[in-house]
């Protein structure tokens, strides 16, 4: 199984909800990701779990919270979102916590704030 | 910053030619990454080369580093329909575990 899954595919939320983002892989890798991808711009990276610790915060708002309950599960929890959170958020997982190894990432989940 | 620049921005070309799309870079890197990105989807890497490493060849894929230029170039071969799709290269650079997506090449290839 190579495969990152993503849930939900699309999301739609008011700015005063409470909602998660799910991210799960099977392939054993320590390192997981989140990235923020505006409409025909690159992805840009949020977050960083190393052997489930948060090593990397990229000075994310704190209306995400990111959390990792195990080695193979990733959430994104939002609250309080602002219209220009809207955006595609992306999921990844590598075999170790380096650059020097590819990165497998999910379908995404496309985020409408309202 | 950090971020690489691809050039072009957009690609239009007919099934069969070759497409190269070019990154350029001003930092030192560990290495650097090619990935493709369907309709605002998830992305699937395609090849990765390290700084010590001036060409690798993956299929249709040839990518080539020049870190005296801060440059990389990734060429398709006999594109298809299929190769239709954005393209990113990647940099690693420093001991975090973390990528660099550059600008983007949004590639079109026509029957």
């Known amino acids: 199984d190579t495969e990152v899954t993503q849930t939900p595919k699309h999301l739609v939320m008011g700015m005063t909800n409470k909602k998660s983002l799910k991210c799960e892989q099977h392939m054993g890798h320590r390192a997981m990701y989140w990235y923020k991808q505006k409409a025909k711009k690159p992805p840009e990276l949020m977050f960083v779990y190393s052997y489930e610790k948060l090593s990397i915060n990229e000075s994310v708002p704190s209306r995400f919270s990111p959390e990792c309950p195990n080695s193979s599960l990733l959430n994104l929890h939002l609250h309080a979102l602002q219209p220009e959170d809207s955006a595609l958020y992306l999921c990844?997982?590598?075999?170790?916590?380096?650059?020097?190894?590819?990165?497998?990432f999910g379908q995404g989940t496309r985020l409408t704030v309202v | 910053s950090q971020q690489g620049e691809e050039d072009p921005q957009a690609l239009s070309i007919q099934e069969g030619e070759n497409a190269t799309m070019n990154c350029s870079y001003k930092t030192s890197i560990n290495n650097l990454q090619w990935y493709r990105q369907n309709s605002g989807r998830g992305l699937v890497h395609l090849i990765l080369?390290?700084?010590?490493?001036r060409e690798k060849h993956s299929g249709r894929l040839r990518v080539t580093l020049d870190t005296s230029k801060k440059s990389s170039s990734l060429l398709i071969t006999a594109s298809r329909a299929a190769d239709t799709a954005s393209y990113f290269c990647a940099l690693n650079t420093g001991t975090a575990s973390k990528l660099t997506f550059g600008t983007g090449t949004r590639l079109q290839v026509t029957l």
């Open positions: 990844a997982s590598s075999h170790v916590p380096s650059g020097w190894t590819e990165a497998f």
């Open positions: 080369i390290r700084s010590n490493e």
